[in-house]
């Protein structure tokens, strides 16, 4: 019914770039709630950023100026643009989806029914 489909992940040195991508098998993407989550070596899945159907985004104050989330509803496609990495940004991401007709961004794991496998991050020294 839905799948989404993580990639882009690697390894990158302090202070590169990288871009994730999640590809959603929906047929109503643009109706969806899009969002990245991640999950640090020993702690729990948390929230980094978020995207509405109305292009509304929200973003942890971890990542705040230095990550910008985007989709393109042609390519059924959300991204992660991450600038600045620092160590502290390793961990395996995730993609998550759900249906919302409002306008609100979700930021609780709980929120996401829908969710890809993960893609690993890992930012060196």
């Known amino acids: 019914q839905v799948q989404l489909v993580e990639s882009g992940g ?3 040195q302090a ?18 709630g899009m969002g990245w ?3 640090p070596p020993g702690k729990e899945r948390e929230f980094v950023a978020g995207i509405t159907q109305s292009d509304n985004t929200a973003y942890a104050d971890s ?4 990550f910008t989330i985007s989709r393109e509803n042609a390519k059924n496609t959300v991204y992660l643009l991450m600038n600045s990495l620092k160590p502290e940004d390793t961990a395996v991401y ?3 989806a ?3 007709p409002i306008r609100m961004v979700f930021t609780r794991r709980g929120d996401y029914p829908y969710w890809g496998q993960g ?7």
């Open 15 to 32: 202070g590169g770039s990288l871009t994730l991508s999640c590809a959603a098998s929906i047929r109503t993407f643009s109706s969806y």
């Open 94 to 96: 995730y993609c998550a």
């Open 10 to 12: 690697g390894l990158v």
């Open 37 to 39: 989550f991640r999950q």
């Open 63 to 66: 990542v705040k100026g230095r």
């Open 119 to 125: 893609a690993q991050v890992t930012v060196s020294s």
């Open 98 to 100: 759900r249906a919302a």
